[in-house]
T-cell receptor
Framework: AQTVTQSQPEMSVQEAETVTLSCTYD???????LFWYKQPPSRQMILVIR??????QNATENRFSVNFQKAAKSFSLKISDSQLGDAAMYFC???????????FGTGTLLAVQP | KAGVTQTPRYLIKTRGQQVTLSCSPI?????VSWYQQTPGQGLQFLFE???????NKGNFPGRFSGRQFSNSRSEMNVSTLELGDSALYLC????????????FGPGTRLTVL
């Protein structure tokens, strides 16, 4: 069975600084996708960034980028120039290629200090 | 395009009752998935519907059921409510099979007393 592990329950970063959230996963599938979702206090789940496993290039979306290490089954999220609005719970998620079922990690609560 | 909508947003029920939650996907999306979010268990997949057929099911008891209509709107039903069913229920839609992005609704907060 596929699993997703986020080992950092809470993280804190100063405004304008950079922070990295960790995620590891386990799977025997070769075709899959990885995602980072953000859930602010409003509870609306928002997609931050996605990575297709077959792509070697790390995904980037503005201030958000990932470090995808397929052999190590690691998928970390880097947030650059952190802003107050980045404060939220961040979930790493896995999706196997043949289904839309998302498997989520336990989340990392990110606080941004002014 | 309008986003995913869920109704009602908040619901209070008592043990033993049943409840129906509704999800309207983004126009043109044919896949709807449901998730339960609790502080103790985190985010757990309930089921997925595609073109009115249940395509995938999580490890939940039979009290949890769902369906999808021809317009892709989906409903989720929980019968004989238990205190542990108190949770945020999230619905997500995507265009179809093997699509790599799902869009979430705002959720329905269910409280069972």
């Amino acid at each position: 069975a596929q699993t997703v592990t986020q080992s950092q329950p809470e993280m804190s970063v100063q405004e304008a600084e950079t922070v990295t959230l960790s995620c590891t996963y386990d799977t025997s599938e070769s075709d899959y996708y990885l995602f980072w979702y953000k859930q602010p206090p409003s509870r609306q789940m928002i997609l931050v960034i996605r990575q297709e496993a077959y792509k070697q290039q790390n995904a980037t979306e503005n201030r958000f980028s990932v470090n995808f290490q397929k052999a190590a089954k690691s998928f970390s999220l880097k947030i650059s120039d952190s802003q107050l609005g980045d404060a939220a719970m961040y979930f790493c998620a896995y999706r196997g290629g043949a289904t839309n079922k998302l498997i989520f990690g336990t989340g990392t609560l990110l606080a941004v200090q002014p | 395009k309008a986003g995913v909508t869920q109704t009602p947003r908040y619901l209070i029920k008592t043990r033993g009752q049943q409840v129906t939650l509704s999800c309207s996907p983004i126009s043109g999306h044919r896949s709807v998935s449901w998730y339960q979010q609790t502080p103790g268990q985190g985010l757990q997949f309930l089921f997925e519907y595609f073109s009115e057929t249940q395509r995938n099911k999580g490890n939940f008891p039979g009290r949890f059921s769902g369906r999808q209509f021809s317009n892709s709107r989906s409903e989720m039903n929980v019968s004989t409510l238990e205190l542990g069913d108190s949770a945020l229920y999230l619905c997500a839609s995507s265009p179809g099979q093997k699509y790599n992005e799902q869009f979430f609704g705002p959720g329905t907060r269910l409280t069972v007393l």
